[in-house]
């Protein structure tokens, strides 16, 4: 009986064991365990590269924000005043011998810039461009079973200025390492439209590309199915024949009933999951995530989004993170779409290049629309060594790839090929984007193709600044030549109430608006002493701040832009004006305008570079959003008896009462087009406190108090819980506090930073544009009474406690959660 057990056990393993599922593709995260070293300078000729000091990190790295600040840098203070260099990665690893028959490719979304990579000391490539993703084929050239592989990956960021703002230098995106059957779906190898939705149903067309590396034909079945939260809605089953050494692209329909639409409020998300079959085991398999909407620009009625007006309220931003510099993180990412969207904002622009692959399937989760931009320069150079230099050779291949990785993203709505190009007022530019048109639909053309141009009329003639005809239209050529399928400009707001009358047949979108300038927390009023903005615009200041600090309020700009409530009323007024982008969501470092040194980060931003809300966003998120809001401004620490200007911006109310020390200072309301209210106040130290009311109930109290002496440091994590996989984090706001807990509007306290369990301090940052100290560092100095320290999480559960310590305060700490959930 014993036997016969034993017998029935064995053929039970033998049968599961020959019918077990073959493993398919699988995507490793490649970014732990690299070596790193930085060459010295290009005056030491006798540099080898065995000889150098190698130390070992995680990917994503940028080498440049370790560096010091300095305005010799080659890149400047316009890109940040950070050292450049050149680079070296390598990494050793290695592959089973069982999985010798597979195909292996190695997929860097990002590496700034010159990126030359060698497997196993073969050549694979180079690859110029800083920010489009590429691939390369390991599998002729890996050593299986006990032999190791050495991966090794030059970056070359030497020749500098090579960017207008801070570029970051290093593998500073994600690295994966892709494992697939010699027959699989391509890299970016789906695209997924849905041309026609109406309630009952939506027609979702697929084309999927295969490649066999077989060295005979192969017969397969391919599998589609669809997915919403994980359900099977609906699948498709095709046999193809794919002829040896060869790729095919298979196109199908598939329809969906009842669709869920995508939208900003409520952006549902399908997956089509593709399978392919051989001899009916399974080979491969492949994601897709999708949205299913529609979408159009009128010419009347602006933004339409699932047959509903939708006014664009969008933010340019470039894509460093602040303290952790270019280096991408999801959640860093994360935190600013969410800091974004508490605003208001639904639209991203990301300029002036593409973004890393997790901000587009963030926006596509969390509901933003997208314009999705590739380049910055063209044929002409804007700075010395910069993408123009390479673009006769690579910006082909570079588009097709942007395209085919991003042409998925439900979020993506607009296109654009290019900003403020220098050609774009001679026939080289319309002949260029006629080429660029044409490659981009090739690979779509669900979307419209604009660019961010220049204003489209000579702004030093007033008289056309308004209005004109078609003989000065062609001042700007790419504007006149009807290539782009959506006339977006930057600028010009006093233009654009008569877009309708000069672009009669193409819709509008204001590709870059604003340029305001503000320091976070520093304020001074428009008079005598300081004037809105000289005439010239790289005389900064004209007499004003020689500490380079710019007033909060709403009152300063660029020549070229206006303040954030000037171009706002425009855009709000005009249905067929179907929306903005500001410059800038978030202070970004370099281009510091005013370009004096020691700025070295720009004051754009609507939120400042730590990630600190400026006054000026709670005059969007007031106008932006449906919440009741009740924001005034300034502190309340002045000397006796000065004039203080004290603005309110509210919603959901007819009007706000003001009160000092509970005496009314009367009640306001705004009139007009107005945006915000004022009361010009002489200074007294006490409360000040405004009620809105609405039909006279009270909606909202906000007070300010004087505070005293600084006595104590308060903290607060945006997130109080992390996860222990070595890349999560913790955004802890530091703040000085009086012994009342009123915060101290102009305490400079510095903070020194002690942390004990599973984490680390990644970055340190006030948003003072003008501070020249580390982000690595572990002190800062309070700017205006803030400051913040970003903790990652290591990989491993426990209790991490941030402790602080400044001369005068207490003590003070904070304890952050770190587990695997």
Known sequence: MKAKLLWYFLILILTFGCNKPQKTRTVENFNSNWLFSLEPKKDNSNFKQIDTVWRELNLPHDWSIEGDFNETNPATYNGGALPGGTGWYKKTFKIEESDKLKEFYIDFDGVYMNSEVWINNHYLGKRPNGYIGFRYNLTPYLNFGENENEIKVKVDNSQQPNSRWYSGSGI?????????????INN???????????LD?????????????????????????????????????????????????????????????WSIENPQLYK?????????????????????????????????????????????????????????????????????????????????????????????????????????????????????????????????????????????????????????????????????????RNLDTTRLITAGMNPPVNMENQEVTLQFDKANVTYNALAASGVLDLIGYNYAHQTYEYHKQNFPNTPFIATETTSGLQTRGYYDQKSDTLKRWPVRWDIPFDGGNSDNTISSYDQVSTPWGSTHEETWKVIKKHDFLSGMFIWTGFDYLGEPTPYVWPSRSSYFGVIDLAGFPKDVYYMYQSEWTDKPVLHIFPHWNWEIGKDVDIWAYYSQADEVELFLNNKSLGAKKKEGDDLHIMWRVP???????????????????????????????????????????????????????????????????????????????????????????????????????????????????????????????????????????
């Open 683 to 821: 200074f007294q130290p006490g409360t000040l406190k405004a009620i809105s009311r609405k039909d006279g109930k009270e909606i909202l109290v906000k007070e300010i108090k004087t505070a005293e002496k600084p006595a104590q440091i308060s903290f607060n994590a945006d997130r109080n819980t992390i996860k222990s996989d070595s890349v999560d984090l913790s955004y802890i706001t530091v703040s000085i506090l009086d012994k009342n807990g009123t915060l101290v509007p102009n305490a400079t306290n510095n903070i020194q930073f002690k942390i004990e369990g599973p984490g680390k301090i990644v970055g340190v940052d006030n948003g003072d544009p003008t501070s020249h100290a580390s982000f690595k560092a572990s002190d800062r100095n309070a700017f205006y009474g803030k400051c913040l320290v970003i903790v990652q999480s290591l990989n491993s559960e426990g209790i991490i406690k941030l402790s602080a310590q400044s001369q005068g305060l207490e003590d003070s700490s904070i304890n952050i959660n770190v587990n695997n959930k």
């Open 172 to 184: 500073y995106r994600n690295v994966w390492l892709v494992k697939t059957n010699k027959l699989h």
């Open 272 to 440: 089509i999951l593709s399978e392919i079959y051989i001899d009916n085991q399974l080979v491969d398999t492949y994601e897709t995530p999708f949205g299913i909407r529609t979408f159009k620009f009128d010419l009347d009625k602006g933004f339409m989004l699932n047959n509903k007006s939708v006014k664009i309220k969008g933010v340019c931003n470039h894509h460093d993170l602040g303290a952790l510099g270019a280096a991408v993180n999801k959640r860093a990412l994360e935190r600013q779409l969410e800091i974004l969207k508490e605003m208001g904002v639904n639209g991203i622009r990301t300029s002036h290049n593409p973004p890393a692959p997790e901000l587009l399937d963030l926006c596509d989760k969390m509901g933003f629309i997208v314009m999705d931009e590739s380049f910055d320069v063209w044929n002409n150079t804007k700075a010395k060594y910069d993408y123009a230099i390479n673009w006769k050779e690579w910006h082909k291949k570079d588009l097709e790839d942007f395209i085919k990785r991003d042409r998925n993203h439900p979020s993506v709505f607009i296109w654009s090929i290019g900003n403020e190009i220098q050609e774009q007022w001679n026939e080289q530019g319309v002949t260029t984007a006629k080429e660029l048109k044409a490659i981009v």
């Open 188 to 198: 970016w190898g789906t695209f997924v439209t849905t041309p026609i939705v109406t």
């Open 201 to 261: 149903s939506a027609t979702v067309n697929l084309e999927t590309s295969i490649t066999n590396n077989y060295k005979e034909a192969k017969n397969i079945l391919l599998k589609t199915i669809v997915l919403f939260n994980n359900e099977k809605i609906t699948e498709n089953s095709n046999h193809l024949n794919i002829t040896t050494k060869n790729e095919l692209t298979f196109s199908e329909k598939l329809n969906v009933k009842s669709p869920k639409l």
